[in-house]
Nanobody, 126 residues
Framework: EVVFVESGGGLVPAGGSLRLSCAASGLTFRDYAVGWFRQVSGKEREEVSC????????RYAEFVQGRFTISRDNAKRTVYLQMNGLKPEDTAVYYCAANTLRRRCSQAPIYEYDYWGQGTKVTVSS
């Protein structure tokens, strides 16, 4: 069974930082694109960032550009999301997911991600 376990969420004041971790098991982690997504209460889930496997490229949603950094440690089968300059609107449940169809993040719609973690809650206070 493929399992992703997120951790690192919590309560942080506006302007603060938080690092999320996602440990994966049950798949060849290094071969696939891995992304972070978030879902604000009452809204659709959206992509935050993605890290490719084939060329180490990354991409970010415009609303986190310059504030968040995604990284992956293939040896540890873990992907991280360093979040700086957090804003109250960043409050959401954050999920990590893998797309076993692709090595690169480019042109990968959210519905292609076939394995998801349970999510970790991030709350940013003002």
């Amino acid at each position: 069974e493929v399992v992703f376990v997120e951790s690192g969420g919590g309560l942080v004041p506006a302007g603060g930082s938080l690092r999320l971790s996602c440990a994966a098991s049950g798949l060849t982690f290094r071969d696939y694109a891995v992304g972070w997504f978030r879902q604000v209460s009452g809204k659709e889930r959206e992509e935050v960032s993605c890290a490719s496997a084939s060329d180490s490229s990354t991409r970010y949603a415009e609303f986190v550009q310059g504030r968040f950094t995604i990284s992956r440690d293939n040896a540890k089968r873990t992907v991280y999301l360093q979040m700086n300059g957090l804003k109250p609107e960043d409050t959401a449940v954050y999920y990590c997911a893998a797309n076993t169809l692709r090595r690169r993040c480019s042109q990968a719609p959210i519905y292609e991600y076939d394995y998801w973690g349970q999510g970790t809650k991030v709350t940013v206070s003002s």
